[in-house]
């Protein structure tokens, strides 16, 4: 079972830039959501989705876009990259209340 | 609010010594309580959960109570292994929250064979 993927694994940003970190799950979970995890700060959620076509703010979602057209897809986007967006991004999806997360995807921000 | 706090860490133990990482909550409601597990280069996986007070949550050797008149979900284990040398994350849902989870810090182990 793939489970939850996560793509790029690495990727490095200039200021400004824009991309897209890919995820998808093959689980049919309904609910799906990101986290970014920073040294000393834990994993913060950014954004959540509860089914196809319903999307949530978490607790810092300034600078980033979802959209969920599929059960299958949770796009997370970057629209101008900064550099307090340097971190790692997990992707997760959820069944009973239990979370299965991708393998993380590193950012930098340069 | 909802939080989740641990213990400072990091932590470096020798192999088949005993293990405490202590874990305490603030919740508005019910929560369900779970540590998960994130070894080096991978993402976070269920270590174990407690849904209600008094439960207590097992796996790998590993323990948790749920302690309601303490607040506390501290893990524990008995013997632990160079294997076990990881970043372990306490966290907190409430009930009809969906699935958002709100996480402490992460404490960072270190077995030393």
């Known amino acids: 079972n793939a489970g939850v993927t996560q793509t790029p694994k690495f990727q490095v940003l200039k200021t400004g830039q824009s991309m897209t970190l890919q995820c998808a799950q093959d689980m049919n979970h309904e609910y799906m959501s990101w986290y970014r995890q920073d040294p000393g700060m834990g994993l913060r959620l950014i954004h959540y989705?509860?089914?196809?076509?319903?999307?949530d703010q978490g607790e810092v979602p300034n600078g980033y876009n979802v959209s969920r057209s599929t059960t299958e897809d949770f796009p997370l986007r970057l629209l101008s990259a900064a550099p307090s967006q340097t971190s790692v991004y997990f992707c997760?999806?959820?069944?009973?209340?239990?979370?299965?997360f991708g393998e993380g995807s590193r950012l930098t921000v340069l | 609010g909802n939080s989740v706090t641990q213990m400072e860490g990091p932590v470096t133990l020798s192999e088949e010594a005993f293990l405490t990482i202590n874990c305490t909550y603030t919740a508005t409601g019910y929560p369900s309580l779970f540590w998960y597990v994130q070894y080096p280069g991978e993402g976070l996986q269920l270590l174990l959960k407690a849904t209600k007070a008094d439960d207590k949550g097992s796996n790998k050797g590993f323990e948790a109570t749920y302690r309601k008149e303490t607040t506390s979900f501290h893990l524990e284990k008995g013997s632990v292994q160079v294997s076990d040398s990881a970043v372990y994350f306490c966290a907190l849902r409430l009930t009809g929250a969906n699935s958002k989870l709100t996480f402490g810090k992460g404490i960072t182990l270190s077995v030393r064979p």
């Open positions: 997760a999806s959820s069944w009973a209340g239990e979370l299965f």
């Open positions: 989705s509860v089914g196809a076509g319903i999307t």
